[in-house]
């Protein structure tokens, strides 16, 4: 858009709103991956801990073949309006995420540190982030 502000100023207006909370994205590595560049440009640091319902779902039902927001979405029984739009999907993912950090209680996960543990997060987003 003409009238968004340069990377780096999104970023710092981006890191005033979530101050230190944990993010959560569907398919987070392509996001991590997206801030990482502007960050190697200039922009600030976005230190906060980042989450990914992508790598969620592939944990808790490795025997289904599609992950994506839209099946993950559908099997769960949430509606996304405003699909491809930043608060649609947003909203959508919050829902989802909702619904697979129940699941992951139901197996015994209690916090976010042992889901990420138990998932292999960081791993696994690092190896989807080779291909961005």
Do not use: K, Y
Not at 10 to 29: E, M, T
Request: proline fraction near 4%.
């Amino acid at each position: 858009m003409a009238d968004a502000p340069p990377a780096a100023e999104a970023l710092r207006r981006f890191q005033d709103f979530i101050g230190n909370d944990v993010l959560v994205a569907h398919n987070a590595a392509f996001d991590r991956a997206l801030i990482f560049a502007e960050e190697f440009r200039g922009a600030p640091a976005i230190g906060n801990p980042f989450l990914c319902s992508l790598t969620t779902s592939r944990w808790l039902d490795p025997e289904e073949a599609d992950h994506s927001l839209d099946g993950l979405c559908g099997r769960a029984g949430i509606v996304i309006t405003g699909r491809h739009q930043a608060l649609g999907d947003a909203e959508a993912t919050a829902a989802l995420w909702g619904h697979l950090m129940a699941r992951a209680a139901a197996r015994g996960v209690d916090d976010l540190a042992e889901l990420a543990r138990r998932s292999r997060m960081t791993a696994a987003m690092a190896t989807a982030a080779e291909h961005f």
